[in-house]
């Protein structure tokens, strides 16, 4: 009979005390520590082979030299989703453990659904343990993708889900949810940060050995974190964070960790009856259509990893009505608006003291691009000069302390976007522009070097 413990966890950062603590000594949180009860496993069992077999074929486990390896044996396998695909860091990598996180209702579900679903070349299994057969179903019914090789599994019990793996041996997996799972070999509940490191630890274990992706769908807490233990996103290769408002219809997919690829890369889909659709030219429905000149709107070009991104930048300056104005942003952050509404007080000579002003980022998004600082400036300056931004310029460049305009990476990109999408006229560092060959592009360039030039020279450009 195996020998029965009881071991203390902290529900935030998953460390471990023989003993009820009231602060963590790892992440400094409190009231944090729970008890569960832990059975240890015997010899040999635990292990996915030990259900299974493991019969799939395995990499020899021997050490290999590294000059010996060669990474071009395992390709990615490249999806019909070009959001995702530029996400992961150019498609799936064998072997890869990813993991998926989002609010209720975001569309975690029904990514991974519809992704099992276009893949009809490869063998997929879709285990669920929050759904039943039928509601899975229901929901592929509405999607325009249709495959005979995808797999549906209503299962909780890791070791039932690894002999079924067995028997089908699929291409590629899915787990909805992985705080739904529970090993019969841990006495604690499903969810708990045992149970979740006990089956991630399983799964990433038979991800390496067979050289199957698995994908894994996380809940994420009310502070918008992955639920579970922090050990949870260091055991996974891959970290994707499913953002957007529930009532909106945009959503995006960030990666906040890729062993396989850059962490700077961005999705768009736009959530539909269907399923979720792929937003290949996102500045369009980031910009705001209208048919009359609004004051306090500016455009600016950002960089989300290697994608340029035109975005609508949104201000309202007004008087205080009461005694503190107030200082609101919604989509960017709101130490840098102070930092630009002084700069813009102290080197432009707006009187911003008693003024409310409240910023705003349309679309949905939270941006963090210094690049935007120029927007930023110029969307306050219109509304406080009541004065409208003219249409077909907009703005690329930072903003320093001094007032001087800082040169920003990837100009020609953000040229080229302003270009792509009908903009006459872009306002830039003149530092950023030193080598660059102006005459190939039919946008004009107008560099400046001062918040003033700027300023002065906002609504004369038109």
């Known amino acids: 009979m195996a020998k029965t413990k009881t071991t203390f ?12 603590i009231g602060k963590c000594p790892s992440c400094g949180e409190w009231n944090t520590y729970v008890e569960e009860v832990i059975q240890k496993e015997e010899a040999g069992k635990g292990n996915w082979k030990q259900s299974t077999g493991g019969s799939k074929s395995k990499r020899a486990a021997t050490p290999r030299r590294l000059t010996d390896i060669n990474f071009e044996e395992q390709p990615r396998t490249v999806t019909h989703d070009a959001e995702l695909d530029r996400v992961l860091g150019g498609g799936i990598v064998p072997g890869s453990l990813v993991l998926i996180g989002g609010e209720p209702g975001i569309g975690k579900s029904t990514l991974m659904l519809q992704i ?107 502070e918008g974190s992955i639920a579970g233990p922090k050990v949870l996103e260091h055991m996974v290769d891959t970290v994707l964070q499913f953002e957007g408002d529930r009532h ?55 960089m989300e990893g290697n994608r340029p991104l035109l975005i609508e930048i949104q201000s309202l300056v007004s008087p205080a009505t009461y005694g503190t104005p107030q200082r609101s942003s919604t989509g960017h952050d709101a130490k840098r608006l102070n930092m630009l509404l002084a700069v813009l007080e102290k080197r432009g000579g707006m009187r911003l003291g008693q003024q409310d002003v409240f910023l705003n980022v349309a679309g949905g998004l939270k941006v963090d691009d210094p690049a935007l600082d120029l927007a930023v400036c110029a969307s306050l300056v219109s509304s406080y000069e009541d004065s409208p931004v003219p249409t077909d310029l907009c703005f690329a ?66």
């Not at 062993?259 to 999705?267: I, K, V």
Request: hydrophobic share 40%.
């Open 116 to 222: 099992a679903l276009s893949l009809p070349q490869l063998k997929v299994l879709y285990v669920s343990g929050e759904e039943s057969e039928a509601q899975i179903k229901m929901r592929a019914e509405r999607m325009a993708f249709h495959s005979d090789n995808c797999y549906v599994l209503s299962e909780t019990n890791t070791q039932q889900i690894f002999q079924q793996i067995e028997i089908l041996d699929p291409d590629l997996l899915v787990i909805d949810s992985i705080q739904t799972l529970h090993s019969q070999y841990i006495e604690s509940a499903a969810g708990s940060v045992s149970q979740v490191r006990e089956c991630t630890a399983e799964l990433m274990k038979f991800a390496k050995e067979t050289g199957t992706p698995v994908f894994l769908i996380g809940h994420i807490t009310k």
């Open 248 to 302: 909106l219809s945009y959503r995006i997919l960030r990666t906040s960790k890729n062993r396989f690829g850059s962490t700077n890369e961005l999705g768009i889909y736009e959530m539909r009856a269907e399923g979720l659709r792929q937003v290949a030219n996102p500045s369009e429905i980031l910009l705001t259509q209208r048919e009359e000149v609004l004051n306090g709107v500016a455009i600016g070009a950002m």
């Open 397 to 462: 460049g930072e903003v320093g302390l001094g007032g001087e305009i800082r040169a920003v990476h990837r100009i020609e990109n953000r040229i080229a976007e302003a270009e792509k999408l009908g903009f006459k006229r872009i306002m830039v560092s003149k530092y950023a522009i030193k080598g660059l060959d102006l005459n190939k592009y039919k946008i004009k360039v107008i560099p400046v070097s001062r918040l003033e030039e700027m300023y002065q020279g906002l609504f004369e450009v038109g």
């Open 9 to 20: 966890f902290c529900q935030n950062c998953g460390a471990q005390s023989p003993k009820w």
